[in-house]
């Protein structure tokens, strides 16, 4: 039987667990020890443990919840005091944490620690108050440019603007802007139907709204819903997005209400925004079937409605918001899925905006809780496609069957349930080919989702390569066949045949580069299929289960689209000439080739260099030249597939080769736009990687790297948790040092960058270690100032270079005495505090090691120094 776990032995195991960075188990271990001990010493220990901790849970009010709990007992417990100060800071309460710092410093006047931290949160503080007291001034001052009316100065009047929009970021600037007039101010600006200050309204509107439910519900009852919604389906396309991102905004302060302290407060003055909420869906909705609303500003109201309407997760028990939506405006969704791009008298619609009709479609009907609600959704379906097909020409029969295929690749339940009608299926045949492609491919990549019998997507995949390869037909037909492709290659088995065939690759290749480049958008998602570069998530094996247990169902891959099959894949592409036709297809200046498919071009790209081996003929049939392009214009996610493949290029060849003359220049931009927060951790990794390459070649690169601000982000990623990342920004840091101007920047007033490269020169990771000590080595060799600096910003500065040159590693050796060489040689009282620890010795041993001739030569002139300086006697002994 064993023994019970004492108190003592589960405060051992937290602090153990605690070193080990298990913080939660840490806790719960002090957890568990409180409940056993009663005495108020043991209890204050265990408060005061939980309370760092919660620091590193980033729980800040249980942090000073807990620390105040240790000080009550002992109110000279500096730990205690210390770590309630962090999280009171966090908290934003800065004059409770300045107190208990000071009181810190009282128990322990010389703790450098407490110290540092007092003079970094004076200053903190400081820049705060003296931003609060700008901010009256400031909005007063832009609020009377605003009302000027004999101002002419028309750039005065953006600039003042924009800075209203820096200002409404803040709270007080927020509340100042609101309660200064500050909405009919705005409504003004947006009145003036000029670009540039609709942007700037909206934009400041958005910092006001952001959280705020109150101020979201005076601003909505000013402006007015159908106002709101004419700006949204504005024909000016950035305009059209800006009143999208406020919609948003709106949306989530109305349904969440405010996240901030004073929610108390919030909810006594407003006590239910379901009507509000309504009314803006309302006036969305009215604005699909809107024919003097712009193409995009209906695609902005489909996806606002896609984000903002169906639940956020099944916990939620209330859909009422959907069924609303459902009753009121089903038809005027379906009005947008069944739009006949082109045809006489249809609402203006882009190539997206079927596709997202579709997935608004589904995520309402998988917000639906039970039969009856569905069985309503079919229904009025169902009386929609037969208002269409009944009683109408060839046009409204078009018009039903594109409503079918929008339901087919959206809610596939109720599109199946429509194509049971009578009639409906002979009238596809209208549509011939591409209309069962289509209806074939609804059930995308899932293998388990097959729309129709075994083989018959085969047959008709078949069908459309031998049309394709028949040059003796029409052009048109040929175009049809790709576009039917395009669907059909949803299908692993269809995949597979196709890159078989390689007379049908090298037809659709010849059509890409053809004249006619409206088929520019079949091949590349034909591509993007074959390539498996669409986005798709690995399941949650949990969530999995769930539906499994639930009887949902669960979507399935083919076995053909495994990794291996994949690759085999695109190796047949490559051989068959992809890249030289996706090069062709970027030249074109065809208003086919879209954002969009831009997008898909570039997916395409990154998976054809997604093995090392396969980049250098990507790059000799001309991929990197068409890369550029497509990193630097089109959708954020076609520029950002397009950077990450460039940088897949520039680390494992020579860029200089890869992209040669002004062209490698071109390539940085888009390598630093991968640093970005919003981008992954693989693509901030490989931005790095590149990066580093680029800035080892010339002063000129540098000097384009520092232009597009990359340095802060270099820096920024030098703090990051993982390890690669980190080392990644280190050792681009590390090149980039070798231009004057970063050089410079590591002796700035207030910066801890070159603290942060002497303290990383000490850390356990070797690879780390490395390129934080070879910075140093560059820095101490091209910078001498920096020499004097070193022993200035860390206490531990003289123990890490110590151990770098006790090291086993013979390149951190060589690095470490390159560093005590230079400040040996940059000043006389640097050198004294070298020699008079045990450098003196280390440097004796080095400088006669015959195994390691470089470490030994740096170690006899820096001991030659020494002389020099009188420091050290001269030794015969050494050459």
């Known amino acids: 039987m064993e023994e019970p776990v004492t108190a003592e032995q589960l405060r051992a195991r937290g602090n153990a667990l605690f070193q080990a960075g298990d913080h939660a188990a840490a806790l719960a271990a002090y957890t568990e020890a409180l409940s056993l001990s009663e005495a108020p010493s043991e209890r204050a220990v265990l408060h005061r443990n939980r309370a760092a901790c919660y620091l590193k849970l980033e729980d800040y009010t249980k942090a000073e919840a807990d620390a105040t709990k240790a000080i009550a007992v002992d109110g000279r417990d500096v730990k205690a005091l210390f770590r309630r100060s962090q999280a009171l800071q966090q908290l934003g309460r800065m004059d409770q944490a300045v107190s208990d710092l000071q009181r810190c410093l009282s128990l322990e006047p010389r703790n450098k620690a407490f110290q540092e931290a007092l ?378 045949e196709f890159v078989e065939d390689k007379a049908a690759m090298q037809a659709m290749f010849q059509l890409a580069k053809s004249e006619d480049r409206s088929v520019l958008y079949a091949v590349a998602s034909t591509l993007v299929n074959c390539t498996n570069s669409y986005d798709h998530e690995e399941p949650d094996p949990q969530m999995l289960e769930l539906a499994k247990y639930a009887k949902q169902h669960i979507p399935e891959q083919h076995p053909k689209d495994k990794p291996e099959f994949v690759k085999r894949r695109v190796r047949k592409l490559l051989t068959a000439g992809v890249v030289s036709a996706l090069a062709c297809m970027v030249k074109s200046e065809n208003p086919a080739l879209t954002s969009s498919c831009r997008e898909l071009i570039s997916r395409v790209f990154l998976a054809l260099v997604e093995e090392a081996e396969d980049r250098g003929g990507v790059v000799a049939q001309g991929g990197g030249k068409a890369l550029i392009p497509l990193s630097l214009e089109g959708t954020e996610v076609g520029q950002t597939k397009a950077a990450q493949a460039l940088a897949k290029i520039t680390i494992t060849s020579n860029p200089e080769m890869a992209f040669p003359g002004e062209r490698i220049y071109e390539v940085v931009r888009p390598l630093v736009s991968l640093l970005h927060l919003q981008r992954t951790g693989l693509e901030n990794f490989e931005g790095l990687m590149a990066l580093t390459n680029l800035a080892g070649i010339s002063e000129r690169l540098r000097q384009k790297i520092l232009k597009e601000r990359a340095v802060p982000m270099i820096e920024g990623y030098m703090f990051e948790e993982h390890e690669l990342i980190r080392l990644a920004a280190t050792e681009c840091m590390c090149n980039m040092a070798m231009s004057k101007e970063v050089q410079e920047m590591f002796l700035a007033e207030g910066s801890d960058r070159l603290k942060l490269m002497v303290l990383y020169s000490g850390e356990e990771d070797e690879k780390l270690r490395r390129a934080a000590s070879g910075t140093l080595a560059m820095l101490t060799t091209l910078h001498p100032p920096i020499c004097k600096r070193i022993p200035q910003v860390t206490v531990h500065w003289l123990e890490i270079l110590q151990a770098l040159l006790l090291s086993p590693s013979a390149e951190l050796q060589h690095r470490g005495a390159v560093v005590v060489m230079n400040m040996m040689a940059a000043a006389r009282e640097v050198a004294e505090q070298l020699i008079a620890s045990e450098m003196l010795e280390i440097l004796s041993v080095l400088a006669k090691d015959k195994d390691k001739p470089r470490v030994a030569q740096a170690a006899q002139e820096s001991l030659a120094h020494a002389v020099a300086y009188g420091l050290i006697k001269p030794n015969p002994g050494l050459a």
Not at 391 to 407: D, F, M, N
């Open 119 to 496: 003079r970094a949160l004076g200053s903190s503080m400081h820049e705060k108050m003296k931003a609060l007291s700008c901010t009256d001034s400031k909005v007063e001052q832009m609020f009377q440019i605003l009302l000027d009316l004999e101002e002419k100065d028309a750039d005065k009047k953006q600039k003042a603007a924009q800075n209203l929009i820096v200002l409404a970021r803040e709270e007080a600037g927020a509340e100042k802007i609101f309660q200064s007039d500050g909405v009919r101010l705005l409504m003004q600006l947006l009145d003036t139907a000029k670009a540039d200050l609709m942007l700037a309204a909206l934009r400041t509107l958005v910092g006001l709204c952001s959280g705020h439910r109150s101020r979201t519900t005076a601003i909505l009852a000013e402006l007015g819903a159908p106002r709101l919604a004419a700006v949204l389906g504005v024909e000016h396309e950035q305009v059209s997005l800006a009143a999208c991102n406020l919609l948003h905004v709106m949306f989530d302060s109305l349904k969440e209400g405010l996240q901030k302290d004073f929610r108390g407060k919030e909810d006594a003055v407003v006590l239910d925004s379901s009507k509000d909420l309504k009314l803006l869906i309302k006036h969305l909705l009215e604005l699909l079937v809107l024919e003097g609303a712009s193409a995009h500003g209906r695609d902005n109201a489909l996806n606002l409605l896609i984000k903002v309407v169906p639940r956020k997760s099944p916990k939620e028990t209330n859909n009422s918001l959907s069924l609303w939506v459902i009753d009121q405006g089903l038809k005027k969704i379906l009005e947008v899925g069944s739009t006949v791009c082109g045809s006489s008298g249809s609402l203006p619609v882009t190539e997206n905006s079927r596709m997202s009709t579709s997935v608004l479609l589904s995520k309402l009907y998988e917000d639906l809780k039970c039969d009856a609600e569905r069985e309503n959704f079919h229904r009025l379906c169902e009386d929609y496609v037969r208002s269409w097909f009944e009683g109408h020409e060839l046009p409204g029969k078009l018009r039903a069957i594109q409503t079918v295929s929008c339901l087919l690749q959206g809610p596939s339940d109720a599109g199946n349930r429509v194509l049971e009608l009578e009639g409906i299926m002979d009238s596809i045949r209208i549509r011939a080919l591409v209309g069962l492609c289509k209806l074939g491919s609804a059930g995308g990549t899932d293998f388990s989702m097959k729309q129709f019998a075994e083989g018959s997507t085969m047959k008709l995949a078949k069908q459309c390569r031998k049309w394709l390869c028949n040059e003796a037909i029409d052009a048109g037909t040929r175009r049809w066949a790709v576009e039917g492709l395009a669907y059909l290659t949803f299908d692993a088995d269809v995949k597979e």
